[in-house]
């Protein structure tokens, strides 16, 4: 059985929430559609909701929206949409594998949805920042400090230990330790992001290759086949802890793409201008006034379907 990731599940959740409102205009129905066509995994989640009929049409609208808005707050709630994300990530058949990437994220110990960036003190007094979409279990012991990314983005600031433990976040790609460090680590599907701002991070392929250590101002990837030559560092990529995004000669297309993880419903890039560059200090909790800025900046314009649906296009 397909396991899906659990931000196209909370995406399809969402979409089915709105639409259950009975107030959609025929523009949003498109929308939703034309979300169902980006990727297969979204058009399974949706069936999975249809498959699962009758528990879904168990949350009421009124219910539903409090549910998504309330459920990283409210135990209850988050305990609820996780049974029900649990159903579709499984295929709806109720089992329930707890190593499944798929169903795993929805179960861990903190989660940020779409446009929520958070920062958390670690038991240790180090910090822990959160980008959008992002899912991190923590686990503490007389041994060790592990730190378990399942989704997203984390910034992350080491604190000294008495005891003296060694730190360790491990990935789906590999694992990486700690060298009293501040560093960002990015999950990228089948690669993983990381770049270090202070101190060292030891890097641990899954492969079960050598380890290699990637110093201050370095960045990488690595995989399950192994770590990638390392770059200097971009000291921009970690702009959303301010609350921005910073944009040195970025390619259109990876800007809508970056401040898509930023904010609900579709934002596409047409083609015609992908590859025109920008520049620039965004905002990211208001996604509206970054578009405008793009459209005086640059020769494209901001066609709104809805306000759920936006293409930056040719002017």
């Not at 399974?44 to 168990?58: I, K, T």
């Not at 910034?155 to 694992?175: M, S, Y």
């Not at 015609?272 to 996604?287: K, N, T, Y």
Request: with cysteine; proline share 4%.
């Amino acid at each position: 059985m397909t396991a899906l990731n659990m931000a196209v599940v909370e995406q399809a959740i969402a979409w089915r929430v709105r639409l259950a409102s009975g107030t959609c205009a025929a523009d949003e129905v498109n929308a939703c559609q034309y979300w169902r066509a980006q990727h297969p995994d979204n058009e399974l989640a949706w069936q999975r909701l249809d498959a699962l009929g009758g528990r879904f049409a168990a949350i009421t609208p009124g219910i539903g929206h409090a549910t998504l808005d309330g459920a990283r707050h409210d135990p209850q709630r988050r305990r609820a949409l996780k049974a029900l994300a649990v159903l579709i990530a499984a295929g709806g058949t109720g089992v329930i594998a707890s190593h499944s990437n798929g169903v795993q994220p929805w179960l861990a110990d903190l989660r940020t949805g779409v446009g929520e960036r958070r920062k958390f003190t670690l038991p240790d007094g180090g910090s822990l920042h959160l980008n959008a979409s992002t899912a991190v279990d923590i686990h503490y012991s007389s041994e060790q400090r592990l730190i378990r990314l399942y989704q997203g983005e984390i910034f992350i600031e080491t604190a000294a230990d008495p005891q003296r433990r060694l730190f360790w976040v491990n990935t789906a790609q590999g694992r990486l330790r700690a060298l009293g460090t501040c560093f960002l680590v990015r999950e990228q599907g089948e690669l993983c992001d990381l770049a270090v701002y202070a101190g060292a991070v030891e890097v641990h392929p899954g492969n079960g290759s050598n380890a290699s250590v990637v110093e201050q101002g370095w960045q990488t990837r690595f995989g399950l086949d192994g770590i990638r030559t390392p770059q200097p560092v971009d000291s921009e990529r970690s702009s959303w802890i301010d609350g921005v995004l910073v944009a040195r000669q970025m390619r259109l297309a990876d800007f809508a793409s970056e401040l898509s993880r930023q904010r609900h419903g579709v934002l596409r890039c047409d083609p015609a201008v992908a590859e025109l560059r920008i520049s620039g200090v965004f905002p990211l909790d208001d996604s509206e006034r970054a578009l405008q800025a793009v459209a005086r900046t640059l020769p494209v314009q901001v066609l709104y379907r809805t306000r759920w649906w936006v293409t930056l296009a040719p002017a």
